[in-house]
């Protein structure tokens, strides 16, 4: 396995595999804790529509996929808020939008870019210098975030009532949230691409939520497992010569149904 790690572009896929499973992890927590699960969804397939846009105009896809996600993200809450709706209907309106956008787009295309099949399973292998520099600024972004608004989001997640009670501005920091899914969506593309990215979110966040009541042991663990998951399902994908997408992902599964196996909570106990 240490040759493996010799070659260069494996040891770009190995940091950003890193940074992806952090970030992932993070924003996972919240999203779990929320009931979100479906937002990582459609903004995922939003993410495809950024993709496309980006080959359309010969950009960088994942600078357009940060705007295309973000400007989602914001249409997403201003309708559920504006609207009066429930956010899974605004979600699914957005959903089937962007990916109607990602198609049109693809359909404008000249020519058919190979590079497009790679965003949407997944090909952590085939990371840039560029890309990496790109996912590292993003995860910055993503931890630097939680961090600053740790409080906020940990009284938005268990109790959003008592959160207005307070005069806390709940749909700001729900908007914020949102950016921050939007934000790790995009940086996951080249770990697991589009139809996988939500997957990685949600999956080592359940898995760590199985073991702990501890609102800062969650982080730990779910960091742990993001970051387990992607670095076995990385060595995997490389031996097996299988798709890096879809071996983190079936990797991180794995993990859940063993910490669910385990899990204290299934006897109604405490760790």
């Known amino acids: 396995m240490g040759e493996m790690f010799s070659y260069a572009f494996v040891q770009r896929a190995l940091l950003a595999s890193l940074l992806v499973g952090t970030a992932c992890s993070l924003v996972g927590v919240f999203v779990v804790l929320r009931g979100l699960a479906f937002i990582g969804a459609g903004i995922a397939h939003a993410a495809f ?16 996929a940060v705007g295309f996600c973000v400007a989602t993200a914001g249409a997403i809450h201003a309708t559920s808020q504006a609207g009066r709706i429930r956010m899974d209907a605004s979600i699914g309106i957005f959903y089937a939008l962007t990916m109607a956008l990602g198609i049109l787009f693809v359909g404008l295309m000249k020519t058919y870019d190979a590079r497009l099949y790679g965003y949407l399973f997944g090909n952590i ?14 995860t910055l972004a993503v931890a630097a975030t ?3 608004f740790f409080k906020e989001f940990q009284l938005l997640s268990f109790d959003p009532e ?30 697991v691409g589009i139809l996988l990215v939500f997957a990685l979110i949600v999956t080592p966040a359940s898995a760590a939520y199985q073991l702990t ?4 042991a969650l982080f730990v663990l779910s960091v742990l497992f993001g970051n387990l998951s992607c670095f076995l399902g990385l060595v995997l994908s490389y031996g097996l010569d299988v798709p890096s997408g879809a ?6 599964t794995g993990l859940f149904f063993v ?11 405490r760790p």
């Open 49 to 64: 529509g950024g993709v496309a846009l980006g080959f359309l105009l010969g950009w960088n896809p994942l600078v357009t």
């Open 125 to 138: 292998l085939s990371v840039t210098a560029t890309d990496l520099r790109i996912i590292a600024a993003l």
């Open 146 to 148: 939680v961090i600053v």
């Open 162 to 191: 008592v959160a207005e009670a307070l005069g806390l501005p709940a749909g700001r920091y729900s908007f914020v949230m949102l950016v921050l899914v939007s934000l790790t969506i995009v940086l996951s593309l080249d770990a």
């Open 213 to 216: 009541y501890d609102y800062r």
């Open 247 to 252: 071996t983190i992902v079936l990797t991180a």
């Open 259 to 269: 910490c669910l196996a385990l899990s204290p909570k299934r006897r109604g106990g």
